[in-house]
């Protein structure tokens, strides 16, 4: 078992870190384990994986909702989201900053990736918060670590991964989600009422009037937020309504926003073009890595790795909570160098046997999967949260990495309080599904 | 010594994942350690169902547990078993099973492999929201089935049914998307049938058997003794797991009825009625496979 | 679509290696093209399953669903997947861990391109041979699926993107031995969002 896994290791990390891309890596490692160790004839093996890993129907809700990001992406659609918010967050400690928190928990809800979320929101509020005159560092660090919100509240292109991975249920995923995202980001906006009610001098003097807004004006705000509010209802409203399964929903979510875009005139064969293409790129990206990944587990299942794994981590008798601080750091370390789904994709096979031996259940870890995911985006190299928001600033990665820690450090201690209180997670799939 | 991999897409605590399990200890006792199989459930090797035949086939995989009505896309005769309406308990598929094993144990072959045992599927069942006295009663009620062949039986009794994977299954029972299910009683619990339908109906509309199979390859490899003790377990076993798939059936049932479902037995005349609509499925049935013809007309021959 | 060409006259190789470079963007484009036509073509199935299963409770006349929605659109998207991943890789959007890949060592970062691209293209293209014959087998055996389509046509579109794969990264590994640029930014939609 030994020559296993170090051949895993060596072929994986040798291939990654000279720069071949993560799908091949994955898929080299995967064939050359197979090669070495079994006499399964691979020329028939492989292709028939190909086929079967593709062809997934639990998968098909991924190119939906990545299709709808790239239409929220392209067009109009979300800037009313700032108009409509603006006046409300008025009324908080800490003002416009809200914007950013609420706005990235909103689009949240109808985007399934962190970083459409980041770049859309972002796009948004960040000059506007700028240019009025807030701190810089909490407008950007905020944005950073609420763009993240994209995977935890539902829906997630990174739950759909891990339930096709782990073999768990998309929905329940989805409805797991929920709790822990309003937590989350509760958790984001009271650090910053926290930080600006102690030095008052983070937000501009001019901002005050904010506060003496008539309300009906306030009421007349909201109805900028009525596309955005469609959407949430086109794809959550028919899920949890019964209409449609989680790939309907993202369907109808599709229809709904090319409906919105549309009627808003940002559609052209120009954008239309882009979208789609967009959306192709985005699929192969994931959907190489994805291919590569159950390859991977696959074979290692064949070889008997992660029951091997989970006999000697079992034997550890590590305390549940031990295990999970240490996964935590392991997933903080790797997470500076890579990207989440990879992360999910090279680790799973062998974690989640030990996790569950542990006592956690397949849901809960999904959760964990998403934060530490999440987290990942935020600890540079690589991070894409990074990218997106120097693209929109300017700023310099070790300047966002710096504004940002506050916000990954509340991350960090999010999920020990969630591996203290599993049940943050699981009561409400529990009440919802039974 | 030969270490044997079997492929198994039933998750951890099926009752034939646990045959399988029980059978895998057997053979090691029997063979002194010199033949152990680890069963893989859950699909973990990476084959679906439908591709397991042609994994063994191929020697992709030395062993798997086979849906074998699955595997009608190779061959249709596979889908034998299916025959609507024909079967109406485990006795009745035991006798009609002397009739199609010799024509399973020839088409394996031709598919390089192996049949060590077969072990039928619980007896199906219709799981509804209301009672129903007549055939007019079924009239349209969207009921999930988990294949073509289960959909296209409800459909000709007169519901309208769907083909849809078990993950959406639940979601669509809580939403009222489908007010019925066609499977059988140990999926009943599974999905805890009691928190969405009320009444159980014993239609017996179709039987499917799992195959556990050996590619033949890595089976003439195996010492002629070990082989002996091999098929020596198989058949010592074979009855206990139908005896655990019956009791399978007998415990669910009791688990939905404990939980306020009622199992209600078909009427003399609502059965006249079903066996009438039966004659035409069965037509249809013979139309897409007519190899079927001759191993049924003997078995109903011999009753 | 002549637009997205530009990036490949920049190249400094010519002849043949560039020759090659062209041909492999014109087929990546038109499968990239082909893989989106095949993600419309899985909204509007999926679509019209949903609208089938509302309607036909209020008009029961209609069926309740097309009855191979759920198969045919996971083969569309398998093809999507693959088709696309030609124009994706050109794009230099498929992901890898770039640490290592940096401007300031040239030299480094040449044979680190180099060899990827190698790797990539024994990869690929074993997939795409391997992938070939499974095709050839299915359709021997006449296999089928529970709706009755024959299995060898979905996984002929998957050897088909798989064989586009392979021809992009077999042009970059010439492109890189040539001492071309192995990115064009431009083929495609430009940026991606994951
Ligand atoms: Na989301
Ligand atoms: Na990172």
Redesign the pocket.
């Known amino acids: 078992m030994g020559a296993i896994v170090s051949s895993l290791f060596g072929l994986l990390f040798g291939t990654l870190a000279s720069g071949a891309w993560i799908g091949i890596s994955l898929l080299t490692t995967a064939i050359g384990l197979a090669l070495i160790f079994t006499g399964i004839p691979v020329d028939k093996l492989f292709p028939q994986y190909v086929f079967n890993i593709l062809t997934t129907p639990d998968l098909v809700a991924l190119p939906l909702?990545i299709l709808m990001g790239e239409f929220l992406f392209r067009t109009r659609l979300s800037q009313s989201l700032f108009s409509g918010l603006a006046p409300w967050a008025g009324l908080l400690p800490g003002r416009l900053l809200h914007v950013n928190i609420v706005g990235c928990s909103i689009?949240?809800?109808?985007?399934?990736?962190?970083a459409a979320?980041t770049q859309v929101v972002g796009r948004m509020t960040l000059k506007e918060l700028l240019k009025r005159g807030y701190d810089p560092e909490l407008a950007i660090g905020g944005l950073a670590g609420a763009g993240t919100?994209?995977?935890?509240?539902?829906?997630?292109?990174v739950m759909i991964m891990y339930g096709v991975l782990a073999n768990e249920s998309v929905l329940r995923l989805f409805t797991a989600?929920f709790i822990p995202?309003l937590l989350l980001s509760l958790a984001f906006a009271s650090y910053i009422m926290i930080r600006t009610t102690l030095k008052p001098s983070l937000i501009p003097e001019s901002e005050r009037a904010l506060r003496h807004m008539p309300l009906s004006k306030r009421f007349a705000a909201l109805k900028e937020l009525a596309p955005v509010l469609f959407l949430i209802l086109c794809v959550l409203g028919s899920m949890y309504g019964g209409i449609a399964t989680p790939s309907e929903a993202a369907a109808l979510g599709v229809l709904g926003a090319f409906l919105v875009s549309w009627s808003q005139g940002s559609i052209s064969l120009r954008v239309l073009r882009d979208v789609v293409l967009g959306a192709v790129q985005t699929c192969s990206v994931m959907g190489i890595i994805i291919l590569g990944a159950s390859v991977l587990g696959n074979i290692t299942s064949t070889l008997g790795i992660p029951a091997a794994v989970a006999n000697v981590v079992t034997a550890l008798d590590l305390a549940p909570i031990l295990l999970i601080i240490a996964l935590i750091a392991l997933y903080l370390v790797l997470g500076t160098v890579l990207e989440g789904f990879s992360m999910i994709a090279t680790t799973l096979p062998v974690v989640l046997p030990l996790v569950e031996a542990a006592g956690f259940d397949k849901v809960w870890f999904g959760i964990f999967m998403v934060l530490v995911v999440e987290m990942a985006q935020i600890t540079p190299p690589v991070a894409f949260n990074f990218a997106i928001i120097q693209n929109i600033t300017g700023r310099s990665t070790s300047y966002i990495a710096r504004v940002t820690f506050p916000f990954l450090v509340i991350m960090i201690m999010f999920v020990i309080l969630l591996a203290l209180f599993p049940q943050i997670v699981t009561f409400f799939p529990d009440l919802i599904l039974g | 010594e030969t270490k044997l991999s079997l492929s198994d897409v039933l998750p951890e605590g099926n009752f034939q994942v646990e045959n399988a399990k029980v059978f895998a200890d057997a053979v090691a006792k029997a063979t002194d350690g010199e033949v152990t199989i680890t069963v893989n459930a859950a699909g973990s090797l990476g084959f679906k169902g439908p591709d397991q035949l042609g994994a063994v086939r191929d020697g992709l995989v030395d062993m798997a547990d086979i849906n074998i009505s699955q595997q009608v896309g190779l061959n249709p005769l596979f889908g034998a078993e299916g025959v609507p309406f024909l079967v109406s308990s485990m006795d009745e598929l035991k006798e009609y099973h002397s009739f199609l094993r010799p024509e399973f144990e020839k088409l394996a072959e031709q598919y390089n492999q192996k049949i060590l045992y077969m072990v039928p599927s619980p007896a199906q069942y219709v799981y509804l929201k209301v009672e129903v006295d007549d055939i007019d009663g079924f009239k349209g009620i969207p009921v999930r089935g988990a294949d073509k062949n289960t959909v296209e039986i409800v459909t000709a009794v007169g519901m309208a049914g769907v083909v849809m994977p078990w993950g959406e299954l639940i979601p669509a029972l809580a939403s009222g998307r489908v007010d019925g299910v066609a499977t059988s009683a140990t999926s009943g619990v599974d999905g805890k049938f009691w928190e969405f339908l009320d009444y159980i109906y014993p239609t017996n509309h179709t039987w499917g058997s799992n195959a556990v199979t050996i590619n033949l390859d890595t089976w003439n490899e195996i010492s002629e003794e070990d082989r002996a003790a091999i098929e020596a377990v198989a058949a010592e076993l074979e009855p206990t797991f139908w005896d655990v798939s019956r009791q399978g059936d007998l415990d669910s049932i009791a688990t939905m009825t404990e939980n306020g479902m009622t199992l209600v037995p078909l009427s003399d005349d609502l059965l006249a009625e079903i066996t009438e609509k039966a004659t035409t499925v069965q037509e249809e049935f013979f139309e897409r496979v007519p190899a079927a013809k001759p191993i049924v007309d003997a078995y109903l021959a011999s009753k | 679509m002549t637009e997205n060409f530009n990036g490949s006259h920049t190249t400094q190789s010519v002849g043949l290696p560039a020759a090659l470079q062209r041909a492999a963007d014109a087929v990546s484009l038109a499968g990239g093209w082909i893989a989106g036509l095949c993600i419309i073509g899985l909204t509007l199935l999926v679509l019209i399953d949903t609208g089938l299963a509302g309607l036909s409770r209020i008009l029961p006349f209609l069926p309740n669903g097309t009855g191979i929605g759920w198969e045919y659109s996971a083969y569309l998207m398998g093809s999507a997947f693959l088709l696309g991943s030609g124009m994706t890789l050109r794009a230099g959007l498929q992901l890898r861990v770039e640490l290592t890949l940096s401007p300031n060592r040239k030299r480094l970062t040449h044979v680190l391109e180099t060899f990827s691209a190698l790797l990539g293209t024994v990869i690929t293209g074993s997939l795409t041979i391997w992938l070939f014959n499974f095709t050839s087998r299915t359709y021997g055996y006449g296999e089928v699926s529970d709706s009755f389509t024959p299995l060898w046509i979905p996984q002929a579109v998957l050897t088909l993107g798989a064989g586009v794969l392979a021809f992009q990264m077999f042009a970059r590994l010439v492109t890189c031995l040539s001492g071309g640029s192995i990115n064009n930014p431009d083929l495609g939609a430009g940026t991606a969002i994951k």
């Open positions: 909702f689009f949240a809800a109808i985007s399934g990736s962190s979320t919100l994209g995977f935890l509240i539902p829906p997630s292109t989600g995202g």
